[in-house]
C-alpha cells in the first residue's frame, strides 16, 4: 500500500455525497522489497516501475563474469576427476579378477602358483582399492566446489518470488551494491483489496461480509467484492472507520495497486433503490 492511501481513503470518505460512494484506493496482499544478497556491481536490471513479473523470473543481476569462469574450471577440473575415477574403478575391476585367477590356480594345482604371486596380486587390489577411493574423494570436493560456485552465480540473479507488479526501482547498471541493498519493489499480483474509510456515523451500516460494489473508473471497469475487514475503533485523529473489500477481478484484468476507486455499500444501493420508488410512488 502506498503511503498516501490512507489519507486518500479519508478524503474521500469526507467528501463521500452518497452517490458517488466512498473513495478508496486498491492495495496489494502482499510486497516484498528484492535485495542483493551479495555484494557486487549491477549488472542489468530488467523491470520499470509498472513492469508485470512472473514468479522466478530475472529482475536483475550483478556482475558474475569471474565467478562464471571460475564455475567453469571448477566444472572441467570435476570432469577429470571422474575420468580419474572411472580409471581406477577399472583398475581395481582387473586386480579383483587377476587376484581371484591366481587364487583359483593356487587352489585347482598345488605348487602352480607361488604364495608370492598371490600376495602380489592381493597387494595390487588393494592399492587399486586406495586408488579409487582417493579418486572419489577428487571427485566429491570437486562437486562441492562445483555446487558452491553455481549457488554464488544464482545469488548474483535477483528473481521474482510471486506474480507481480514493479511498485519501485531503487538502483540502476554499473552501480555498487551491499548485501541486503533493495533493488526493487515487488507488490503481489492476485486478489486485490480496496482499503476504504467510512465516517464514523455509519459504523452501524457496515459489516464483515457486506457486498460492495467497486467503480474504478480509469479502467472504466464495475467490479463485486465483500467487506473483509473492519476496524474495531474509531480513528481519534479523522474520525474514521478503515475498512478492507475483497475484491472479485475477471480473468485477464488487472487492477494496479495505487488505483483509486469508488465503494458502493450494499446497503446504500437498496435503501437508494427504495426511496426511488417511494418517490415514484408519491
Known amino acids: 500500500m502506498t503511503p498516501s ?8 470518505a469526507r467528501e463521500d455525497t ?8 486498491v492495495i496489494s496482499d502482499a510486497s516484498v522489497n528484492l535485495a542483493a544478497r551479495l555484494e557486487g556491481r549491477v549488472e542489468d536490471v530488467r523491470v520499470q516501475v509498472g513492469s508485470v513479473v512472473r514468479r522466478g523470473e530475472i529482475v536483475a543481476t550483478l556482475e558474475s563474469a569471474s565467478t562464471r569462469q571460475e564455475l567453469a574450471i571448477a566444472e572441467a577440473a570435476l570432469l577429470s576427476s571422474r575420468a580419474e575415477q572411472q580409471v581406477a574403478a577399472v583398475s581395481l575391476k582387473q586386480a579383483q579378477e587377476r587376484l ?3 587364487e583359483d590356480t593356487a587352489q585347482i594345482a598345488v605348487g602352480a602358483i607361488s604364495q608370492e604371486e598371490v600376495s602380489a596380486a592381493r597387494y595390487e587390489q588393494q592399492l587399486a582399492e ?15 566446489r562445483v555446487a558452491q560456485l553455481r549457488q554464488r552465480v544464482e545469488e548474483l540473479v535477483v528473481r521474482a518470488p510471486f506474480d507481480g507488479q514493479v511498485a519501485g526501482r531503487f538502483t540502476h547498471p554499473g552501480a555498487l551494491v551491499q548485501p541486503a541493498q533493495a533493488l526493487v ?11 476504504f474509510a467510512i465516517p464514523a456515523h455509519q459504523l452501524q451500516r457496515v ?6 460494489r ?8 464495475t467490479l463485486q467484492g465483500r467487506v473483509s475487514q473492519v476496524a474495531p475503533e474509531v480513528d481519534v485523529a479523522s474520525l474514521m472507520i ?10 485477464g484484468v488487472f487492477v494496479p495497486a495505487g488505483t483509486p476507486v469508488r465503494v458502493k455499500l450494499a446497503a446504500q444501493e437498496q435503501a437508494r433503490q427504495a426511496d426511488g420508488a417511494v418517490g415514484a410512488r408519491q
Open 5 to 12: 492511501s490512507g489519507n486518500t481513503a479519508e478524503r474521500g
Open 18 to 25: 452518497g452517490d458517488k460512494g466512498l473513495l478508496g484506493v
Open 100 to 102: 581371484q585367477r591366481r
Open 130 to 144: 586406495a586408488k579409487l577411493a582417493q579418486a572419489q574423494a577428487r571427485v566429491q570436493e570437486q562437486e562441492a
Open 185 to 195: 519493489h515487488v507488490l503481489r499480483r492476485g486478489t486485490p483489496q480496496v482499503r
Open 207 to 212: 459489516e464483515v461480509g457486506q457486498p460492495v
Open 214 to 221: 467497486v467503480e474504478v473508473a480509469e479502467q472504466k471497469l
Open 242 to 251: 478503515f475498512a478492507l473489500a475483497d475484491v472479485e477481478v475477471p480473468p
